[in-house]
């Protein structure tokens, strides 16, 4: 854990800054009153009273990190016998005696809140990573060592508890999904170590993804927000956390009025488990995912690209042979609108693990609802947990490189592709694993459709149009049906040699 990293996560997120001046039109004061909204909220007068009442809840995170150092440099030489050979061998070769192993400490600060009066306090995950010594600094002038309770690296956030000799002043969690843009919002925080610092702005944005995490739904607000500010509380004119600040944009690692917090209505279950468990249990699914494009709507009979493409079905999981299908769009999950692909893996986490929930879908240009019971998703390398945190691959990551040329009987052009049977003489060609089942693409035509969206020979034609295909003459003629039926585009289920799946839509021409 790097000082800059532990200390704020504006590294991660460092952005170039540009101005943009546009010409603003001159009003007189009567054009400009008959222009104004009928009548303008006023922002709070003070938020001293609110303030007050806050502070002693919001605490300093001190972290220290004993470190390897691993720099291999030669050991100065003193003379023999020289009374500074004992402070020379301590400090260059260490306890070990070996030089490039001396252990040196890392400090860094942050912010966190206090949740419960027995001493439980919240704060960001990279605020405590890999520290060996946690210690908690309240506004009062006292200090705790700190217990770490549980932490998730995919919302980063952690749970610490502290030992006190009296209650704690403690703040409450509320809903952030009632908060509005335009909204004032309050962060105390510890920003360059100055403690107890009180910012107010409003929330600018709702829904920001920042590419952090599989479950980017961050509130931004204008309130500022520096290095140290980092697991502090961001509240609402009630007094209560709506957001703990995480992250910000910034060229120079200030504050320029772009912060970012982890909503609540995405934190309260997670620090619920984190408390019960030491760790999160979310649910699974048990799919591959995409976005659903604007072709591929119009291809699917959609009026509106919505939802999430099922890209393929994780072989064990929950609807392993179940009610949900490779090519189905999942519009609603539990109740929940999955507007965009990235909507579904937050839905689908937040539920519990074994319950029975409903799914709609979008099938052959069909709403249904299916019935689908929740696994768990597990952490760790064997296990698919991108599900819907990570999509399947798309047309802009798929494999480019070429398989040896062959000679296969190859069909017309077809899409820009030449096709050939999938049989065993070309299965051993492509490396095409066996249970591969479709349409073998001989050859890709440069320039052509197919090549525009990176389909290349070895690719397997699984479906067109939700249609099973088996041989190039049931490609050609399912072209030719979309072709009829008016359609611009073929939606095409393509596999790779190793039999993953994707969906690409290729121009009819």
């Known amino acids: 854990m790097s000082i800059r990293a532990s200390f704020f996560r504006s590294a991660t997120l460092a952005a170039s800054a540009a101005l943009l001046l546009n010409s603003v039109p001159v009003l007189s004061a009567a054009q400009a009153q008959t222009k104004a909204p009928a009548q303008t909220q006023q922002g709070p007068d003070s938020v001293a009273d609110l303030a007050a009442g806050l ?31 004992d402070f020379f061998d301590e400090f260059f070769k260490g306890q070990s005696g ?51 309770i549980g932490t998730d690296t995919k919302t980063d956030l952690a749970v610490l508890k502290v030992e006190p000799k009296k209650p704690l002043t403690a703040v409450p969690l509320g809903d952030s999904r009632t908060m509005r843009i335009g909204d004032w919002v309050m962060a105390i925080g510890n920003p360059f170590g100055l403690g107890g610092t009180v910012t107010v702005g409003i929330i600018s944005a709702r829904g920001r993804n920042i590419n952090a995490g599989p479950y980017d739904n961050f509130i931004q607000t204008d309130a500022a927000i520096n290095k140290g ?51 999160t249990h979310r649910g699974w699914l048990g799919v591959r995912i995409q976005p659903v494009t604007a072709d591929i709507a119009e291809s699917l009979k959609m009026d509106t690209p919505k939802g999430a493409l099922v890209a393929g079905i994780i072989q064990g999981g929950p609807v392993d042979g179940g009610e949900v299908k490779t090519g189905d769009v999942i519009v609603k999950f539990d109740g929940r609108d999955v507007v965009e692909m990235r909507d579904l893996p937050r839905v689908v986490a937040e539920s519990p693990v074994g319950k029975a929930v ?99 020979s070895g690719d397997v034609i699984v479906e067109i149009g939700q249609e099973a295909m088996k041989t190039p003459e049931d490609v050609s003629a399912r072209v030719e049906e979309l072709k009829a039926d008016g359609r611009r585009n073929a939606l095409l289920m393509i596999a790779n040699k190793t039999g993953e799946l994707r969906f690409v839509t290729v121009r009819i021409e």
Not at 125 to 144: C, P, Q, R, S, W
Not at 245 to 253: D, E, L, V
Not at 407 to 436: F, N, Q, R, W
Request: proline share 6%; hydrophobic share 35%; net charge negative.
């Open 55 to 85: 502070l002693d809840a919001v605490v300093n995170i001190s972290t220290s990190q004993n470190v390897k150092n691993d720099d291999q440099a030669p050991i100065p030489k003193v003379p023999e016998g020289s009374p500074f050979q």
């Open 98 to 148: 070996e030089g490039g192993n001396r252990q040196r400490t890392v400090n860094s600060l942050g912010s966190g809140f206090v949740i419960d009066p027995s001493g439980v306090i919240v704060t960001n995950n990279h605020v405590i990573e890999g520290a060996d010594d946690i210690e908690i600094n309240f506004a009062n002038g006292t200090k705790l060592k700190a217990k770490l």
């Open 229 to 279: 500010n980092s697991g502090g509380p961001l509240f609402n004119m009630k007094g209560e956390v709506i957001g703990i600040n995480t992250a910000i944009i910034s060229p120079s690692g200030g504050s320029i009025g772009i912060g970012f917090s982890v909503p609540t209505e995405l934190a309260t279950n997670v620090i619920s488990q984190l408390r019960e468990f030491g760790e």
């Open 358 to 456: 409903d799914v709609v879908i979008i099938r052959d240009g069909k709403e249904m609802t299916v019935k689908v019971t929740l696994g768990r998703l597990e952490d760790g390398e064997n296990t698919a947990e991108a599900e819907a945190a990570k999509p399947s691959q798309t047309e802009e990551g798929t494999d480019q490189a070429e398989p040896p040329a062959a000679e296969l009987p190859a069909s017309d052009v077809v899409l820009g592709m030449k096709l050939a049977m999938l049989d065993a003489e070309s299965h051993k060609t492509y490396g095409i694993s066996d249970d591969v089942e479709g349409v073998v693409v001989a050859e890709v035509q440069p320039q052509s459709a197919a090549a525009e969206r990176r389909i290349t």
